[in-house]
């Protein structure tokens, strides 16, 4: 058994609280290897944000869990390296599938698990939920869980079709469970593909696609129903079309890729919205700089050649997310 405390992990409880408060959101990346862990890392250390690392299913097979978690410890000591003086650093575990996968994170160090249940009928959610909040809070570790349905394709979950979080439920599931944060479906999904270009308008300036507005009022809904409680938002991508036209550019064929636009997340930030869940942007960010190298110079062989560059590209990406999309830079001095 091993304490996140004891490898300078901090849980999400007064992080969550303080961005309630504040009316910024908590950055949560997802992590498979060491040049977004380093990003991700100079990125809050350099705008002093608390950050939450995320490791899913499909970084643990990836990666190896052991692996990932001396990483995060390792983290917390190059946070420090780097000048920041108290690093708050999250270890969290991305869309638990079981009690068991969320026991063994919990026994591990991490500090924060989710427990996605979403795809269950709402009782089981409930059951499953409250027996991880059970086991977890024994040792002050945080726990997300889920309510509604994002489309997209997750590692262990996948859905065609979103569902809306009904917020009827949600006072009762916070109740019963017990959770200390909740991720709600109000339009956003995983991935690139976030919509359909049939869903989306035409901005006459740009010529770019507008998808459709999340649905704000079912955000509305459930705080007026849990004033204060934590709310996570997953699938929050922007997919930067610059991004997605490098990648094109060097040889790669995405076909309208579509994210959330970034006004809306800022929007969603200042609300009760404390947890904004990015992957796909650094994926495309690390993508485009790789393919840029191999197109401009085909001679290289050096990995640090291209990853180096790929490391800089989401470096930058990490912190234009934290200080000009979800206000967390200067929130842990
Ligand atoms: O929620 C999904 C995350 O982007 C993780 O994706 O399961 O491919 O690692 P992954
Ligand atoms: P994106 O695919 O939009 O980056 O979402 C990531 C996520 O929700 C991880 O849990
Ligand atoms: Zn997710």
Known sequence: MVNYKDLGLVNTKEMFAKAIKGGYAIPAFNFNNMEQ?????QAAAETKSPVILQVSSGARKYANQTLLRYMAEGAVEYAKELGWEHPQIVLHLDHGNSFELCKSCVDFGFSSVMIDGSH????ENVALTKQVVEY??????TVEGELGVLAGVEDE????HHTYTNPEEVIDFATRTGCDSLAISIGTSHGAYKF???QCTVDPKTGRLVPPPLAFEVLDAVMEKLPGFPIVLH???????????????YGGALKAAIGIPEEELRKAAKSAVCKINIDSDSRLAMTAAIRKVFAESPAEFDPRKYLGPARENMKKLYMHKIINVLGSDGKAE
Not at 157 to 160: A, C, E, F, L, M
């Open 37 to 41: 862990l380093q990003a991700i890392i």
């Open 120 to 123: 269950l009928p709402y009782e």
């Open 157 to 160: 979950v996948s859905s065609d």
């Open 196 to 198: 359909t270009p049939e």
């Open 235 to 249: 699938g929050s991508s922007s997919v930067p079309q610059e991004e997605v036209e490098t990648i094109n550019k």
């Open 136 to 141: 977890a809070h024994k040792y002050d570790v």
